[in-house]
């Protein structure tokens, strides 16, 4: 409501009045008012999207709600039903009989990774604005493959989400981790050895002073760095208490980190409200992690049956990836030797951990190559061998979505559930041109296939025309 004050000796005009008109300002009121009801009324409406003759899976439900219709307000979805909505002045989209699914999630995609090269992340360390400029344009690309949410297990892509959830520029949504941890010559480590020895006072690397990864040894330095990378916004931490492929300096074989320091890790994070993962392979630092309170294991490709069923018991989440040999090319020999040994165990992991029951979640990993980032799309397509269509669909949905509510308040998108298509969830849609629950190849060729993308409740592609 505005505030009108004419002090006596500034009435000017009005002074010459012979009737001061007081019906002016009423006038005045009345339009404010009427302008203030509008805004509310605008708030109140949000606009409205129907979409309708539309088979839908919802994300949890074996088989398809035929012949559909799904209501759209705002960024939510109002209502899911197999008879008529009325919705006067919606924008109606005509499904045409096709398939609507829920936007696929990827629980372990690194924005600021997989679309820069080794050259400009590894061996150089980095150039910020190179990578943020990469990572922003290929956010937009990993949307376009139907994407519409990641939990990114390591980097910096604070900003980028800051944009994207601004609406300033289209991607994906995310769950950040931040930067991952490792002990020294861990996973994280990317000092080279004429840099060492390193104490307590010793420079930063760069990816450490830009938060891309974070190396910290002893209960009372992963106590603090555990407290910046939740300080920074991380949804959720990420160390490692395993060797990996691309590091140079951790076969393997090995177990990071003590128990000691696992356990503090888990408790800094317990105090947040959110939970730890943890990239890992050994059956070994598999069982160590759960025990310590690691709720989500990464990769995880050597563990033995006792272990997933340990897990099991837990309520932990097992988050392997559908890697082949022929994915990638690696220059280093050491790296290419280690991503063999992987690959070989991912036929034995997926059978195994469907027996046993353990939470799987689904994560694609690509690192390194904006040639290779669509292989997102097939290594889901992959879980294929060893899972039905309904299998595949459900975890790469609700299932993923379950897994990232471990984030309690820490989850950043808390106005509805994400992965699921029901009255309340976020509008992240897809429709398919073709039934995926039949033929799964679908979700491989999103380019031919995704007629419809849509997230938070707007369209970013729409082919229907």
Known sequence: ??????????????????????????????????????????????????????????????????????????????????????????????????????????VHWHTTYAYTPATVLIFNQGDMSEVAIRSMTGAKETLMRGFTTVRDPGGNPFAIKRLIDSGEYPGHRILPSGPFMSQTSGHADFHSLLENPRNSTSELSYWEKNMMAMVADGVPEVRKRTREILKYGASQVKIT????????????????????????????????NTYVLAHVMTDRGIRTSVEAGVMSIEHGFFASRETLELMKEKGAWLSPQTMKEEDMVWDSPVSAAKYKQVTDAVANLYPMAKEVGVNLAFGTDQLLDASKAYQQSLYLVRLGE????????????????????????????????????????????????????????????????????????????????
């Open 1 to 106: 409501m505005f505030l009108i004050e004419i002090p006596h000796v500034q009435i000017g005009l009005f002074a010459k009045m012979a009737v001061f008109d007081r019906r002016y300002f009423m006038r005045i009121h009345l339009l404010v008012a009427l302008l203030a009801a509008t805004a509310v009324s605008a708030q109140q409406d949000p606009a409205q999207t129907l979409i309708t003759n539309v088979h839908v899976f919802d994300g949890v439900n074996d088989g398809r709600i035929e012949n559909a219709n799904v209501l759209i307000e705002g960024n939510l979805i109002a209502a899911v039903s197999a008879d008529p909505i009325s919705a006067e002045g919606a924008t109606v989209i005509d499904g045409g009989g096709r398939t609507l699914i829920p936007g696929l999630i990827d």
């Open 241 to 272: 208490t395993g060797g990996g492929v691309s590091s140079q300096y951790d076969p393997l074989d090995v177990s990071e980190y003590s128990v000691d320091e696992i356990e503090a890790v888990v408790e800094e994070a317990a105090n947040f």
């Open 386 to 465: 060893w899972f039905t269509p309904y299998e595949v669909l459900k975890i790469a949905t609700s299932e993923n979505a379950r897994l990232l509510e471990l984030s309690g308040p820490r989850h950043p998108y808390q106005d509805g559930p994400l992965g699921v298509i029901k009255e309340g969830a976020y509008a992240d849609l897809i429709l398919v041109d073709g039934n995926p629950l039949e033929n799964l190849e679908l979700v491989g060729n999103p380019g031919e296939n995704f007629d419809l993308i849509m997230k938070d409740g707007v369209v970013y592609k729409n082919a229907l025309d």
